[in-house]
C-alpha cells in the first residue's frame, strides 16, 4: 500500500493504467447484467485515457537528463501525436457519428440511437439512468434510405418499418424482415445466431418449395 501511496500519484501513466482498468472492469460488471455504459461515459473515458497518455508520455520524456536528446523526443512525439490525430479524426467522428436523444414513448424512458449512412434507422434502448442503457435494442424504426436525424430535424419524416424486440432480442411484433441482422445489437451471439438460423430456415423453406415446383412442372413438359 505505501508503493501505492508512493509512486502512482507521482506516474501518470500508473494513473492512466488504472483508470483504463477500472473501466473494463466495469464495463464487464454492467455488461453481466444486460446493461452498458452510455456514449458521454465512453467518450470521456477516452478523452481522458487519450489526454493522460499524452501527459504521462511527456513526463517521463521530461525526465531524461540529456537536454538535446530530451527536446528532440519531444517535439518528435508532439509530431507523431498529431499526425496520428489527423489520420484517426475521420474514424472517429465516424465511430461517434450516431445521435443519442432521452425519449418517452409508450409511457417508457428510453435511449434513442439516431444511426444513418446509407439508411437511417432509429434504435430505442430501455433507459437506466444517466450513466447507462439495456445493451438489447427494445425498438427499431427504419426510415429508408438516406442519412438524416428524424427525432430533431425539422421535418418530419415517415417510419417504413416499426420492430419490437423482447429482452432476449427476439422480434415480437413488427413487420418487414430488415430486422434478423438488426436484432444482434446487444451484442450476444447466442441471440444473433438464433436470428440468423430463423432467417435462414425460413428462406430455405421457400427455396425447397419453389425447387419442388420447378420439379413438378418439368415433370408435366412436353417435347
Known sequence: MSIIKRYIPRIILLDVSMLILLYALASVLVNAFGLAFRKWVLIVFLVLALVGTFAGVIQMLLKIKWKVLRILLICGFVAITVMAGRAAAPFVLFAFAD???????????????????????????????????STGVRIQEYYGEGS????????????LNTVYFDEAGYEYEGTGSTYWYRAGKDRSFQNRKANFEKFFLQNAKTCAKLVNANRSADRFSFP
Open 148 to 159: 438524416f436525424d428524424p427525432i430533431r430535424g425539422d421535418h418530419e419524416y415517415p417510419v
Open 99 to 133: 445521435e443519442e436523444y432521452v425519449v418517452e414513448r409508450d409511457g417508457n424512458k428510453y435511449v434513442a440511437h439516431v444511426i444513418g449512412f446509407h439508411d437511417t434507422y432509429v434504435e430505442y434502448h430501455e433507459y437506466k439512468g444517466p450513466f447507462a442503457e
